[in-house]
């Protein structure tokens, strides 16, 4: 079965970068495409970018661009998320999930990584 | 301010009809599909509905999706105590390069 495990929870301090990764296990990697998704306390779900697993082509957020990095591995099956600059604003758990390249759906989501930016 | 206008909240009592709506506008919801999520209380989001009307293996029939125009709705019927939860459309927008917009979510209480 499809599963994504993701790193454990992080905290950061304002203008610090965090790095979260998304290890699947039960597909062929390269055959699909990984997303992220956050979302900060009691709020909804914001779309941060897409990244190929099978070439590496990126789609990022527009309010992301330049401060955000997606990266795989495909020889541990592992997506890296990178987001630098960090603000308080960035305190949310991010996701990671299976899909999103339209009209593909996310799939399959990871457990969620909760990243907390605090002086 | 989310690009996907949804009603925060909806409520139902076991063994109605509830829907949610999510209105959105010709660049994203007029011109692609629509996703809808679940998100129980302390979870990931699980996909429910995708391109507007179809069921991941696994769903009960009880929820369906529908679109028209610039706007879709989330019907569940026979509702149950289980299907309290958070629900979130998603559409893909086709300005500038293309990106995902969500819904701000509906909390839907089963009284």
């Known amino acids: 079965q499809v599963q994504l495990v993701q790193s454990g929870a992080e905290v950061k301090k304002p203008g610090a970068s965090v790095k979260v990764s998304c290890k699947a296990s039960?597909?062929?990697?390269?055959?699909?495409?990984i997303s992220w998704v956050r979302q900060a306390p009691g709020q909804g779900l914001e779309w941060m970018g897409w990244?190929?697993?099978?070439?590496?082509?990126?789609n990022y957020a527009q309010k992301l661009q330049g401060r955000v990095t997606m990266t795989t591995d495909t020889s541990t099956s592992t997506a890296y998320m990178e987001l630098r600059s960090l603000r308080s604003d960035d305190t949310a758990v991010y996701y990671c999930?299976?899909?999103?390249?339209?009209?593909?759906?996310?799939?399959?989501w990871g457990q969620g990584t909760l990243v907390t930016v605090s002086s | 301010q989310s690009v996907l206008t949804q009603p925060p909240s909806a409520s139902g009592t076991p063994g109605q009809r509830v829907t949610i709506s999510c209105s959105g506008s010709?660049?994203?919801?007029?011109?692609?599909?629509v996703y809808w999520y679940q998100q129980l209380p302390g979870t990931a989001p699980k996909l429910l509905i995708y391109?507007?009307?179809q069921r991941p293996s696994g769903v009960p029939d009880r929820f369906s999706g529908s679109k028209s125009g610039t706007s879709a709705s989330l019907a569940i019927s026979g509702l149950r105590s289980e299907d309290e939860a958070d629900y979130y459309c998603?559409?893909?927008?086709?300005?500038?390069?293309?990106?995902?917009?969500f819904g701000g979510g509906t909390k839907l209480t089963v009284l």
């Open positions: 010709s660049s994203n919801i007029g011109s692609n599909y």
């Open positions: 391109r507007n009307n």
């Open positions: 999930a299976t899909g999103g390249w339209y009209p593909a759906p996310f799939d399959y």
């Open positions: 998603a559409a893909w927008d086709d300005s500038l390069s293309g990106f995902w917009v």
């Open positions: 990244i190929s697993a099978y070439n590496g082509n990126t």
């Open positions: 039960g597909y062929t990697f390269t055959s699909y495409g």
